[in-house]
């Protein structure tokens, strides 16, 4: 089961032009990683506005199989969806904003309980905006979960036109955050944009690595490669 916050660092709303601040993209990824072996589609978005900015995105594994072992199915989905709020975008502190985010899901009869989170984003960004990463101090809660510690850390990065090849895109996430131990997350992706040499800008081509601790009822560190395709609405 993928979770990505992909889009959460490639803009602050009030710093780039309108025309970069709403995207959608559908990624359709075969996962090679231990025990999968199946396909997995994300269908993410972005969008900024004058109040600040809004990201969603919604997985699918496909992986649910009849008596046969056939697959005919999807077999799990998670969503999450996260609010940026900022009123102070002509100030000093507009890289500060603050945020508030639901996620939840099922995978093979395994269940990602609902959490509600809250908490201060803090966007940083190269001149150009080409390298930009996100700091995130969220409080959470799971439901029905013991939470030691009920906080959740997370960076956010995207790196464009990487060792100077256009088109070139590296970006990804890392969180941690504590139930009854650490739990870890994290999904660098790289991405060409192959489109944009026969006129169709919305192709790219790449992949993810997902790297996790004790996440989503695993006991242990797992690595887990995907190659695929995304399109860029």
Known sequence: MSKKLIFAAVVAAALLP??????TNLQVLYDFGEGRDHV?????????D????????????FNGKNVEGKKIAPSGTYMEIAR???FWQDTKIAPFSLQVEYN???????????AFLAGVDYFLHSKDFKNTFNIKVLGKYIVDV?????MQFTGVWGMQDIFGVEGLRFSGFADFWWENHMIFISEPQIWYNVGRHF??????????VELSYYFAGATKFFARPCLGAKWVF
Do not use: M, R, S
């Open 199 to 208: 006129g169709c800008d919305n192709l790219n081509l790449g992949g993810e």
């Open 84 to 86: 940026c709020l900022n």
């Open 104 to 114: 939840g899901g099922a995978y093979n009869g395994y269940y990602i309980n609902n």
């Open 50 to 61: 004058k109040w600040g900015n809004t990201f969603f995105f919604i997985d699918y594994d």
């Open 40 to 48: 997995t589609t994300t269908l993410e978005g972005f969008y900024g």
């Open 146 to 150: 013991h939470q030691k510690v009920p």
């Open 18 to 23: 309108q025309a970069a601040k709403a995207q």
